[in-house]
């Protein structure tokens, strides 16, 4: 939340950044009524198939269509902004399911095989649990790096199409008006090394220097996507943190891939280095807003 004191309360992370949403058409209205959010509007359709096109083998990346399998309405958006007792601040409240509560309690322990047709329709993709009647929601964390360091963070939610479809979120085209001073950067390698990169008489099993989507569309994980400032981390701390991340895709060179200059990028430092010495490129696709909030810092 964009409040110390509710982040406390609600034990979550604090953005101050946060607090910029406010009076901007990237928030909707709610307020709080006996411990329950009642929202003025918004909503979202979890029954689209999600669907996804990819290059073919062995480079499926760059990605040739894609569509998301969650769609919010033009009056949705998850950040909230509440008003009681006089007082604004903005809540990051993501719609993940749609429908009533004794249905969702058969997702308590996981989704069952033979609920998984029925969890499409009524659930946001990163969903891996969810139990109203225990008062949790398990979602599916992903990992990556935030000044060199190893974080887990969560994907909900991007205002494209592309970015849904990829990591199976939900779309939500009103975080187009997210105003930039909120935002802080993301960058995902399309085109980094993966295990089908490696000697056919290489005794390993993974390529030491793996990332990007195209690893993670081959099956092999997280993309590892490099973060801006991280609330442990950066000196600068909650003063920068957002859970809005500005997204671009970057490319390694045709040169950088010849000469077997690829590796595992750790830090924006180096990726502002390796972009001025023109072995990374950006790719064409316009930067895109993912909602992604930190979890932990691994080490």
Request: glycine share 8%; with cysteine.
């Amino acid at each position: 939340t964009s409040s110390m004191r509710q982040s406390r309360k609600y034990q979550v992370v604090h953005s101050q950044k946060l607090h910029q949403l406010l009076g901007s058409d990237a928030v909707r209205q709610a307020e709080i009524v006996e411990n329950v959010i009642v929202f003025d509007s918004g909503r979202v359709d979890f029954s689209p198939d999600r669907s996804l096109v990819t290059g073919e083998e062995p480079n499926l990346f760059p990605i040739q269509s894609t569509s998301p399998g969650a769609i919010g309405f033009d009056d949705y958006t998850p950040f909230v902004e509440i008003r009681n007792d006089g007082k604004r601040y903005v809540l990051n409240a993501e719609t993940v399911a749609n429908a009533t509560e004794s249905s969702l309690n058969s997702f308590c322990d996981g989704i069952p095989e033979e609920l998984r047709e029925q969890a499409s329709r009524i659930l946001n993709d990163q969903v891996v649990a969810i139990c109203p009647s225990k008062g949790y929601v398990r979602i599916r964390a992903v990992e990556g790096y935030s000044e060199g360091r190893d974080i887990v963070y969560i994907n909900t939610s991007s205002n494209s199409t592309l970015a849904a479809g990829l990591a199976g979120t939900t779309f939500v085209p009103r975080l187009s008006n997210v105003p930039l001073v909120v935002s802080e950067p993301l960058v995902a390698i399309g085109n980094g090394y993966a295990n089908v990169d490696l000697n056919s008489n290489s005794p390993r099993q993974e390529h030491p220097q793996k990332q990007g989507v195209n690893s993670f569309l081959h099956g092999e994980g997280d993309p590892l996507n490099i973060l801006g400032g991280f609330p442990t981390i950066d000196q600068r701390g909650r003063n920068v943190y957002s859970p809005l991340w500005e997204a671009r895709i970057m490319v390694w060179s045709p040169e950088a891939v010849a000469e077997n200059y690829r590796y595992n990028i750790r830090n924006l430092i180096e990726v502002r280095e390796r972009l001025a010495e023109g072995l990374l490129l950006f790719n064409g696709v316009a930067p895109l807003y993912v909602n992604c909030p930190v979890v932990a810092r691994l080490n």
